[in-house]
């Protein structure tokens, strides 16, 4: 049965209902209701696990970091600045290959401070080594989580669950929570094959010389290419399991025949999706639902891609000097293809813009009639609020005379 | 599909009004969904938060500019530019007021009744938003007010939700049952 419940919330339960054996979390801003639901199901007795509070995401990270390397199924949860502060620990447990999971509540990051949600933070450690899967609503963050585990555990590599913050952390609605036998019966005991052992001696992320890192670097690249099976099969055995799946590594919604795409991570979609059925204009569009960023689905999106004249991306972050971040991923994807689809990479939403539904018919408006791929645009930006030398059509800078 | 926003300042419960209300609806069989407009968390600053209710599953998640209906913790914020902003023509508006009354207000009507005195008095509280949404749903009709209880169920036991429970009879005895039936339809989005 479906029940009322806080984005956060239904998390902090699912997580619980994962059996973790250390979770640790820096409790103050930015973080979300998810480690305070976790926190008071542990102190509640409803939760067997060691409950850490750190003195920073850093912290965080190496708790988790070394619990789990130790032999024990861990979690954390982060966002925005949290991600920043705990990047450095990222790279180290992607590239020791420690499974874990961890929540990013995505939002903007620092300066200007925002709190609100786009998906810079999540941007910024795209390179770290983790798989990253963006989820479309709760309930695709509830069965992602549980996934994540199984993942994570099966390919021996950290697992970011994207939540888009506050849009879906901080909303409530109506949820299925999966039973605890359906998760016991999915997820089976955590086990890391390299687990430090006292008994059988090891390092970890020790130095390597010039001669092994290209090697170990290699290794970790081919991983997480092969996770690419591993995500599509988590998702379909979760779908046995539970009656739902939440698309396997790319899913096309909208009209599968349309010959113009639009191509979004997390939550935005379902907003386009019900611009698009009261289009006045009935303008339908193929939607392309990305929901692995990191393993990189090429193949997948260029089969997803079959027929489209023309691709709008959409990026919720914004990589200063060269424009869009997935766009550009997407476009690379894409050249391999026979006939691709004209590519326009726009952005909208950063900081906690609004996406509001007229955003479907303006999305369509500014590439309509393109004769060519149009300059990576803001699309919901304002630059009147900019003063003109910061302005898209201030003249170049030119060294002082 | 209807949508309402509802406005309060920071300490006043303004999410949980919007959590209660969804829950309410959820619990009823009805699909809904509540979030924070997303401001700066401060007690005491104007906040808002959004419902939606409707009985196919909800997809957008873009803020409510046009709600059919007004829900007001703090007669104050009535005059605050914005408040009333994007009102649906005919929407209904439900403030806490000093007195029970119902008036004219930008097109649409005004239903007041004392939610924060009624909640002083019941639960020695002030906090208006169980009261007004117990008016609400009294005035619309949407949901028979067991769908509200049951929602309070899941946050108070014991005395606390027998004293919220005289609440919601108390309040819902001062407005006028399905006075606002018949615009439900007329601003359902």
């Known amino acids: 049965m479906a029940l009322p419940l806080e984005g956060s919330q239904a998390l902090a339960r699912t997580v619980a209902l994962c059996r973790p054996q250390v979770v640790s979390a820096y409790p103050i801003t930015p973080q979300t209701h998810i480690v305070e639901g976790i926190a008071r199901l542990v102190a509640d007795g409803r939760l067997e696990c060691e409950m850490v509070s750190v003195e920073s995401e850093h912290s965080a990270a190496s708790v988790a970091l070394g619990a789990a390397a130790a032999g024990s199924r861990a979690y954390t949860a982060s966002a925005s600045q949290g991600i920043l502060l705990m990047s450095e620990v990222l790279f180290d447990i992607a590239g020791m290959r420690v499974p874990l999971v961890m929540t990013c509540a995505n939002r903007a990051v620092s300066a200007p401070l925002s709190i609100w949600n786009d998906h810079q933070d999540a941007m910024a450690v795209r390179d770290a080594g983790w798989i990253q899967l963006y989820c479309a609503s709760n309930q695709e963050a509830v069965d992602t989580t549980v996934q994540a585990f199984r993942i994570a555990e099966h390919c021996s590599l950290p697992v970011m669950v994207c939540v888009d913050g506050f849009t879906l952390t901080h909303t409530l609605e109506p949820l299925e929570l999966p039973d605890q036998d359906q998760v016991d019966a999915y997820l089976p005991a955590y086990r890391f094959a390299h687990g430090l052992n006292p008994a059988e001696p090891r390092s970890l992320g020790t130095l390597v010389s010039p001669d092994h890192f290209t090697e170990a670097r290699l290794g970790h690249h081919g991983a997480l290419q092969r996770a690419l099976g591993a995500i599509e099969a988590a998702d379909a055995d979760w779908a046995a399991v539970s009656g739902r799946g939440c698309g396997g590594l790319l899913e096309v919604r909208g009209d599968p025949q349309a010959r113009t795409g639009i191509l979004v991570m997390g939550s935005v979609l379902g907003t386009l999706e019900d611009a698009m059925d009261a289009d006045p204009k009935g303008r339908r569009v193929r939607f392309l639902k990305l929901r692995s960023f990191r393993p990189f689905p090429a193949e997948a999106l260029r089969q997803a891609c079959q027929g489209l004249d023309t691709l709008i991306v959409l990026d919720r972050a914004l990589s200063p000097g060269s424009g869009g971040i997935v766009g550009p991923e997407v476009k690379a994807a894409l050249m391999d293809m026979a006939e691709p689809p004209r590519v326009h990479n726009l952005a909208a939403g950063l900081g906690g813009r609004d996406l509001p539904l007229d955003l479907y018919g303006r999305l369509l408006e500014a590439v309509e009639g393109a004769d060519g791929p149009l300059p990576f645009t803001l699309i919901d930006a304002d630059p009147t609020q900019l003063p003109e030398a910061d302005r898209p059509d201030a003249p170049l800078m030119q060294e002082a005379p | 599909m209807l949508e309402i926003r509802i406005h309060g300042r920071g300490g006043q419960g303004n999410v949980v009004a919007a959590y209660l209300l969804a829950s309410a609806a959820i619990g009823h069989g009805r699909h809904a969904q509540a979030f924070p407009a997303f401001g700066a968390e401060r007690r005491g600053a104007p906040v808002a938060a959004f419902v939606r209710i409707g009985e196919a599953p909800i997809r957008r998640r873009c803020q409510v500019r046009h709600p059919g209906f007004l829900i007001v913790q703090d007669p104050a914020l009535l005059e605050v530019p914005g408040t009333l902003a ?77 004293k919220n429970r005289i609440l919601v009879e108390t309040a819902a005895a001062q407005v006028e049952s399905g006075r606002w039936k018949e615009v439900v339809h007329g601003v359902a989005a």
């Open chain 2, 86 to 162: 994007g009102l649906r023509p005919g929407g209904g508006i439900l403030a806490d007021g000093a007195k029970p009354g119902v008036a004219g207000r930008d097109g649409g009507e005004i239903v007041t009744l004392p939610a924060t005195r009624l909640a002083l008095e019941h639960i020695g509280r002030p906090v208006p938003n169980t009261a007004l949404l117990a008016a609400f749903l009294t005035l619309t009709g949407l949901m028979p007010l067991s769908a509200l209880i049951h929602a309070l169920e899941a946050r108070f036991s014991g005395p606390m939700l027998e």
